[in-house]
């Protein structure tokens, strides 16, 4: 009984990938919000965990990508999350989950303001282990003020339920061994967009495969590379090199100096894993390739990385060249979807579509065309309007399709279609098993890969490539 009493875990967090450079903001309705035991309905990563581990659920929120959070929302979660730790009773540790380049109004870096309320209510000896997402922008307060940290190996993610899992295990390693780990971080000057290291390809493969190296040395409990978010204007946002060892720092800071060299030297090697082109150029070699379901991803409206949506920019590019068999899967506005839904199925509509959102990135592009198909057939959240060759899904809400499921309920078949136009960046892994081709769009946005194009102003200065003629050392 006192072992179990000595293995009770609290478990909570506020996740949020942050973009800067969007004008929207999110509130509380962008953020689903679970409480106490409802959470735990949810925690595919708990299973096979330490059978003498009590998980006390107190309170996770998480939102898609999208601008920054709205100051009085993360005050209202912070201030949940922090009473119910305090209602959980004797804990021995703390699990949070937590994406890490989490940007608040009049606050900055959301996850140094939540580890320092968190530590204020705990206190600083119980131990606090965190996950975090590989595209985190991590802050000095945060290895501070948590014992254990870890993240995702893999872009696109995969290994989100080891990753949790992870976590628990070496906080439950730790306090049932009296280890009290320390942390080092090393942030190489260096600015990355995430479709640049995808983990399938190099350099980003062979970096993440030297996590497992830095793993095996005696001493070491974890080691992680942060990619960082590019689109989060912080003075915390770069790559990062982190590395857990059980006692000695001077090991943990020789591992993280060893990882954050190793990321240096790769710094003019980081690359698209397609071919990156202009939107004209890139419909045109699309166009030329005789196989179909040939993806194009919208990388500077890309909605996973926290772009509105709405542009319809790559809409217009398609209709005037006459494509004849392409879709756009999808664009942001609800107002085009309402008019859909006014006109029914089959109907014919005269509207605009887009830029209701971002009018900075964006702006309407009048279309007519009919109404194809509409998703629930009543009170439809998604239609598709079809306007010469070329069909626009349009979503009610800011929606990314990342799976087969996504393009089904649009009515989209990909194998049947020459051109599908997502609002990505990399493919997620169900489109790259679809895609015959791919081809990443330099289109602008918030999410513009060409990060010279976008307005830095508290990122840390030189950092590469914004400032190429430089030179750094771990």
């Known amino acids: 009984m006192e072992e179990s009493a000595r293995m009770r875990i609290a478990i909570g967090g506020i996740r949020h990938e942050t973009n800067t450079f969007s004008p929207l903001r999110t509130g509380l309705a962008e953020f689903c919000v679970r409480r106490g035991r409802e959470m735990l309905s949810d925690l595919p990563w708990a299973e096979g965990i330490d059978p003498d581990i009590e998980l006390v659920p107190a309170l996770t929120a998480e939102a898609m990508p999208h601008g920054p959070v709205r100051h009085e929302t993360y005050q209202q979660l912070k201030g949940e999350l922090i009473e119910r730790l305090g209602q ?31 530590r204020a209510r705990v206190g600083p000896d119980i131990l606090i282990a965190a996950s975090l ?38 906080l439950a390693h730790c306090l049932r061994h009296g280890i009290r780990p320390v942390t080092a971080m090393v942030k190489p000057p260096l600015l990355l967009p995430g479709e640049f290291a995808v983990t399938d390809i190099e350099p980003a493969r062979s970096l993440y495969r030297l996590l497992d190296t830095i793993d095996a040395v005696p001493g070491i409990l974890d080691s992680s590379l942060l990619i960082g978010c590019a689109w989060t204007d912080s003075p915390f946002t770069s790559t990062s090199a982190i590395v857990v060892a059980e006692s000695d ?60 949506g709405d542009s319809p920019l790559v809409a217009a590019r398609l209709l005037a060249a006459q494509v004849s068999d392409a879709v756009v899967a999808g664009l942001a506005d609800a107002p085009a979807v309402a008019a859909c839904a006014r006109a029914g199925l089959g109907g014919r509509v005269s509207t605009t579509v887009g830029g209701t959102l971002d009018p900075r990135n964006s702006s309407p592009l009048p279309v007519s065309g009919a109404v194809i198909h509409l998703d629930p057939p009543r009170h439809p959240t998604l239609a598709v309007l079809r306007a010469g060759g070329l069909d626009i899904a349009l979503t009610a809400d800011r929606r990314g399709f990342t799976t087969r499921a996504d393009l089904a309920r649009a009515g989209i078949d990909a194998g049947t279609r020459k051109l599908i136009v997502v609002k990505l960046g990399y493919l997620f892994p169900e489109l790259r098993e679809l895609a015959s ?38």
């Open 249 to 308: 720092r001077a090991l943990a800071h020789a591992q993280a100096v060893r990882l954050g060299g190793a990321v240096w030297e790769q710094r003019a090697h980081f690359k698209p894993e397609t071919p990156a082109l202009a939107v004209d150029e890139a419909i045109a070699a699309a166009l030329s390739l005789s196989e179909r379901a040939i993806f194009l991803s919208d990388s500077g409206d890309n909605v996973t990385a926290g772009g509105a």
């Open 88 to 118: 959980a009773g004797d804990l021995a540790g703390i699990y949070l989950d937590l994406h890490g380049a989490m940007e608040v109004e009049e606050i900055g870096d959301g996850e140094s303001d939540l580890i320092g309320a968190i």
């Open 437 to 474: 081709h791919s081809f990443l769009l330099l289109s602008p946005g918030c999410t513009d890969l060409r990060l010279s194009a976008l307005p830095y102003e508290r990122v840390q200065r030189p950092i590469y490539p914004l400032d190429d003629a430089m030179d750094w050392h771990p």
């Open 133 to 170: 997402d590989l595209h985190a922008n991590l802050a000095p307060a945060v290895v501070a003020g948590v014992n254990i940290l870890t993240a995702y190996r893999t872009a696109p993610h995969r290994d989100q339920t080891a990753t949790r899992r992870r976590a628990v295990t070496h």
